[in-house]
């Protein structure tokens, strides 16, 4: 599983206040950041990912470009939400993730690197065999 988000991440994309409110269950107030819930949460949205990205490119990712922290942060929020907590901004933003997701798995979508080259992605698989020893030339007259 690659590191596609960090808690430093997240507080970047939301906010730590965010963070604390939504993490922070044993305190009234909250306090602190749960980061055993947090982490749980990415952990969770990174293997969703993997699913996807395993379909075209070699994992773990030598580089992760900006929007794939950016995607998996929005499912990350998501987990931590919860579908009843989450509003219509949100919902949307973790179903766009899951789309985006899909078009990566099917190649409708690159995953571009900061210096704007490519990812690396699987090998296509080249098979090479001796040559063919039955041809139409060969099989004249039978």
């Given at each position: 599983m690659g590191t596609y988000v960090t808690k430093a991440a997240m507080i970047e994309?939301?906010?730590?206040?965010?963070?604390?409110?939504?993490?922070?269950?044993?305190?009234v107030p909250p306090t602190?950041?749960?980061d055993d819930r947090l982490d749980r949460a990415i952990a969770d949205a990174e293997s969703q990912a993997d699913t996807y990205l395993r379909a075209r490119y070699s994992l773990p990712l030598a580089e992760v470009p900006a929007v794939?922290?950016?995607?998996?942060?929005?499912?990350?929020?998501?987990y931590l939400k919860g579908p009843n907590r989450a509003g219509?901004?949100?919902?949307?933003?973790?179903?766009?993730?899951?789309?985006?997701?899909?078009q990566v798995a099917t190649g409708r979508a690159l995953l571009v690197e900061s210096d704007?080259?490519?990812?690396?992605?699987?090998?296509d698989v080249q098979i090479a065999g001796p040559d063919r020893i039955m041809t139409a030339e060969t099989l004249q007259g039978f």
């Open positions: 994309l939301y906010t730590e206040q965010d963070l604390v409110r939504l993490t922070d269950t044993a305190n602190t950041i749960d794939l922290t950016r995607q998996v942060g929005a499912v990350v929020w998501w219509e901004d949100e919902r949307q933003a973790y179903e766009d993730a899951l789309k985006w997701f899909e704007g080259d490519q990812v690396a992605g699987r090998a």
